[in-house]
DNA sequence: CCTCCTCGTGGAATCGATTACAAGGAGGAT
DNA sequence: ATCCTCCTTGTAATCGATTCCACGAGGAGG
């Protein structure tokens, strides 16, 4: 492959007039520059990027270590964020830590030891020494998503509590009273604030949230289908199921189904996360969604912030409810309505179910 | 952060004994060893993988593009990719096309910069000339999933032929005759490769392909909305729908739920790529399933091979039905069966609702 | 006791870029 | 004509590793 010194030779002139040219220094002759320019042409010439960021110690890269990719959610964080980093001049490596502190920490390190200019975590583990070390190491870090109290890293994350709130009321006003939570990893936030906002929810109807009904999961689909038979088994099996993560609703599906039950007619279900499918489960899934796009462009942008010198912003944006069917059907809508062609939702719309969805902001 | 001079110094030694003792060449003194490993230890010292790379001309990188990251078909390929590169010592860095052929060319572009060892590239164009200059060029290259005819490139991929013919058999078993099929993008192999199938598979049944059951599509869910509601507009409109992947579904089953339509009875549907949520949908729904992890491994084994001067393999794996009920209720089982606990999955089993799910190798 | 090998070690070149510094040439002001 | 600027250019140092080569010490063999 063509190096800089072949580009120079080729063009008659010093290595360093080529570099000129490359980086639009404003020293160089027009003819010079035409003679370079003709050269990287002729010879297909590209620089080298491992050559390049040696020398200026900096990448134009940033990290994202996620917990999971095969979680929707998250595979749509990593696309919103690739976006925006690409926009804003950098390339994005994205490690895949599959729930498990040690695979993050081996994509935390794999990527410092590539030297990439900022880090953008989803903790799957707070407790990780790693990545607070890298953190107190200097090197440029955002939170999304989750996050690790106390340490002084830039966060933004959406905020679920206003969200669940409305879900509760919402199964609270179809005649639901045991309310059960299938919760993710205490060691996570998202983990156990998606809990403490369920139990809050429900102290302010005058309900308890009895330890049987909080199901220990991962955030990973057989979990849910473990705490889902445990609740299913239960001399008073709750009368509607909340999954704090969608894989977890996968699987709490799956129980469901084993078990012959229907939702909602034996079991209310809702969860946390929206994604498209939800739309054509049986039945449609009312859920909590979160502004992915924008999380992820925030956090860049925070990112980018920090590491180009200028003070970084945490941010919180609301989630919110979008009420489906799987709670039961709401009292003022008829059971067996008819669904015709006027129900068509309009063109553009990115899902025609949504015009039978309920958005709540506050109750 | 630390360098290697910095390690040589603090343990009284050269860099170049440091980087022998990094790199576990033998001559090096036990004495000598102790010593740069404990002042490794107390610096926190990592090697710097830019400079290791420019030095050694290795990244011991992989880059892979695929179309399209939300679809969960290519999420699953990222991930097992990933898993079987880490094994034999690569990272892997993942670049988005998004079905657009310029973003495929930014992110070839930016991994040869990057100097990355090999690529794996699931084509979204063709006739995209940069991936293949690089494939001539001798950056080392496979192609999953998608490929490009008279390249000369391994390709490691799935056939569906067999899979689509069992599919055809099925519905025409179910007293479906007009046949339509969204198909994706003509540039791709897959694109035009599962149409010829499928209309292969008719002509074994006497039935024709007319081009207006053939709706152009592009593997996104809005091209399968829009080519759905192009058949549903027919004066005869199609009696089963096959889309050529699990996005276009999507799009699929919003338009016919648009229309007020219900699956199966009003039209029978199936789909290319298997994902988890099928079993969830109303109603589950008969996929084409790929073998997405045997891929990924044979795609890293195959460009390994090819980086390390071995001779690579090219592999070609079948694909399978797997029926659900989209299509009809098959004749042999009972339309209201009883959904009893005694029809529950065995534990271990990944999805519960696979007791019902027939597998079909050949008719 | 001398020669030859082996082993451990350090010096220095190298990878491909960027960039500080010096130097040469052109042009304007005096 | 001389001096001073400004503009363009090249030489060489540098980033942090790896690795070739040379050198000295020490042991084996003659």
Same mark, same amino acid.
């Given at each position: ?66 917990? +999971? ?13 690739? &976006? &925006? ?5 950098? /390339? ?19 990527? @410092? ?38 340490? +002084? ?7 679920? $509590? ?8 919402? @199964? ?21 604030? $998606? ?7 429900? #102290? &302010? ?12 999961? +991962? ?10 038979? #445990? ?30 039950? #229907?939702?909602?007619? +034996? ?11 939800? !739309? ?19 956090? !860049? ?22 009420? $489906? ?7 003022? &809508? ?26 709540? /902001?506050?109750?």
């Amino acid at each position: 492959m063509a190096s800089i010194k072949d580009v120079a030779a080729q063009a008659g002139v010093s290595v360093a007039t080529v570099s000129r040219v490359l980086n639009s220094h404003p020293s160089v002759s027009p003819d010079a520059r035409a003679r370079v320019i003709a050269a990287v042409e002729t010879l297909g010439y590209r620089p080298n990027a491992v050559a390049r960021s040696l020398r200026t110690d900096q990448t134009r890269t940033l990290g994202l270590v996620i917990s +999971d990719v095969l979680n929707p959610y998250f595979t749509e964080l990593a696309r919103f964020v690739e &976006e &925006e980093a690409r926009a804003l001049g950098y /390339s994005v490596i994205i490690g895949n830590a599959d729930e498990r502190p040690e695979l993050q920490d081996h994509h935390v390190r794999t990527l @410092l030891d590539r030297r990439i200019d900022g880090l953008l975590v989803s903790p799957a583990d707070g407790r990780s020494p790693l990545t607070l070390d890298a953190a107190r190491g200097g090197t440029p870090m955002v939170f999304v998503d989750r996050w690790v109290p106390g340490v +002084d890293v830039p966060v933004v994350r959406a905020d679920g $509590r206003e969200a669940v709130r409305d879900l509760v009321a919402h @199964l609270h006003g179809l005649g639901h009273r045991r309310l059960a939570i299938i919760a993710g990893p205490a060691a996570t936030t998202t983990g156990h604030e $998606r809990v403490e906002a369920f139990r809050e929810a429900l #102290r &302010e109807h005058g309900l308890a949230l009895p330890d049987a009904y909080i199901g220990q999961g +991962d955030f990973q689909a057989d979990s849910g289908r473990r705490a889902t038979e #445990r609740f299913l088994s239960l001399p008073e099996p709750p009368e509607a199921v909340f999954a704090a993560d969608n894989l977890m609703a996968l699987g709490a599906l799956d129980a469901i189904r084993a078990r012959g039950l #229907r939702v909602p007619d +034996d079991i209310g279900f809702a969860a946390f996360d929206d994604i498209p499918w939800f !739309v054509h489960t049986d039945p449609p899934i009312t859920a909590i969604a979160q502004p992915t796009a924008e999380l992820a462009r925030a956090a !860049v942008r925070a990112l980018a912030d920090l590491i180009e010198g200028r003070p970084p912003q945490s941010v919180t944006l609301p989630a919110r409810l979008v009420v $489906r069917r799987s709670c039961g059907e709401p009292h003022d &809508e008829p059971h067996d309505e008819p669904r015709g062609e006027s129900r068509g939702a309009p063109r553009g719309e990115p899902h025609a179910d949504r015009g039978r969805e309920q958005r709540r /902001s506050t109750p």
